[in-house]
């Protein structure tokens, strides 16, 4: 079954509004990835986290891995209607097999 | 750069028949991986494969087989098709390493 768990599930943001979507594991993970999929499209590549307490961010966006290595977060500060989109984080134990969470989808009311 | 191709991208079988999806990259990618999306589950790793001849299952397996022959291609066959397999499947390439994956376009499968 799954192994990575987010949360929520859906969000609703009127736009100009922050946006975060959180990641779980139950187990440590080697490495953590980003993707974003457009309605009625494919997973994108946003970013891959690799070290404890990693920080990184993308114009608008900051991801965050946990010191345990067990938890990530995505914020989107000031949200716009091209974030629209579900936002799926995919975790690493070993090897080159992902576990992807269960994504969250973002609306943003213009 | 064409990237990663599958075909086709709708299809609709009836119980009990078999199929191939098909699944082509031309990054020279290592890794290639199947999964399937359905609504509230993520996306469930079907098979992987590192490499030519090598192959492996994933989170759920039952119901689809895989071969590597070549670098570039990674089919993915439904052996009997049941409802429960109504989906939309991705395939996915990177380097062996952990690196960000490219995905197929999807294929939209419906069972009746």
């Known amino acids: 079954g799954q192994q990575v768990m987010q949360i929520p599930q859906y969000q609703h943001v009127q736009e100009g509004e922050d946006f975060t979507t959180y990641c779980n594991s139950s187990t440590t993970l080697s490495n953590i990835q980003w993707y974003k999929q457009r309605p009625g499209g494919h997973p994108v590549f946003l970013i891959q986290l690799v070290k404890s ?31 629209v989109g579900t936002y799926f984080c995919a975790g690493s134990n070993t090897g080159n097999q992902f576990y992807f969470g269960t994504g969250t989808s973002l609306t943003v009311i213009p | 750069n064409a990237g990663v191709t599958q075909t086709p991208k709708f299809q609709v079988l009836k119980t009990g028949q078999s199929m191939t999806l098909q699944c082509a990259q031309d990054m020279n990618h290592e890794y290639m991986s199947w999964y399937r999306q359905d609504p509230g589950m993520g996306l469930r790793l079907i098979h992987y494969s590192v490499g030519a001849g090598i192959t492996d299952q994933g989170e759920v397996p039952n119901g689809y087989n895989v071969s590597r022959s070549t670098t570039e291609d990674f089919p993915l066959r439904l052996l009997s098709a049941a409802p429960s397999q109504t989906s939309v499947y991705f395939c996915a390439s990177s380097y062996v390493g952990r690196t960000e994956a490219f995905f197929g376009q999807g294929t939209r499968l419906t069972v009746v």
């Open chain 1, 53 to 83: 307490g990693e920080v990184k961010k993308q114009k608008r966006l900051t991801f965050q891995f946990g010191e345990a290595k067990k938890n990530s977060s995505l914020h989107i500060t000031a949200t716009q209607t091209t974030d």
